[in-house]
């Protein structure tokens, strides 16, 4: 009985945590990280002031916590689209189109990021999470890549690739002029194409990927 209770107590911890994570997200989406507090943070999940302080160490601690989610999601959609890519072009194009998924590629959400990265400057942990996503950018293209490039050109064109998508996606955020999902993708597409050159492109489109793996 005792097991049973201690159990049970874990799996109520465990959803109030996931409760309060999820309400951050909320808040981060619409506000960006300057407008999550506390208060506000067991507000939006219902719950009364100072209880995140039971389920978690400190608010840096749920702000990471929801950064991890938030991180995931977007990740998730990568994921999703790279599962179906048959050939190494498509390959790069799921990664392309699951960076900026068009149910999320919004003004707040974008400013959302933007917080973030400035905020990552001065935080370690956050810092971790960014290299993370890079790490994680790299893993997915490399495969394709690493069979007709060197790994200089290859790191190079993945530093191009990653600045141009933290720029389009600052660019959302703070242009007056609206940026569409269609336009972000088409511009990176671009940037690629361009990047990597007609012939390269060409082997990739013809390269044959076993379904959800790496070609």
Known sequence: MAKQAKKNKRKIEDIRRLELIEAAYRIFM????????TTRICNEAGMSQGILTYYFKDKDEVLFEMVRLANRILMNDVVSRLRLATTGWERVVAVIEGNFPPQRFDRNTANAWVSFYAEAFHNERYARLQHLFYRRLRSNLMPVLK??????????????????????????????AEISVEDAQRLLTDFTKASLGPELVKKLAKTTCDLGQYC
């Open 30 to 37: 619409q506000s960006g990280l300057r407008g999550l507090t």
């Open 147 to 176: 069979p007709y490039l060197e790994r200089e050109k290859i790191d190079w064109f993945l530093l191009g690739f990653a600045s141009m998508l933290d720029g389009l996606w600052l660019r959302r955020g703070h242009s007056d």
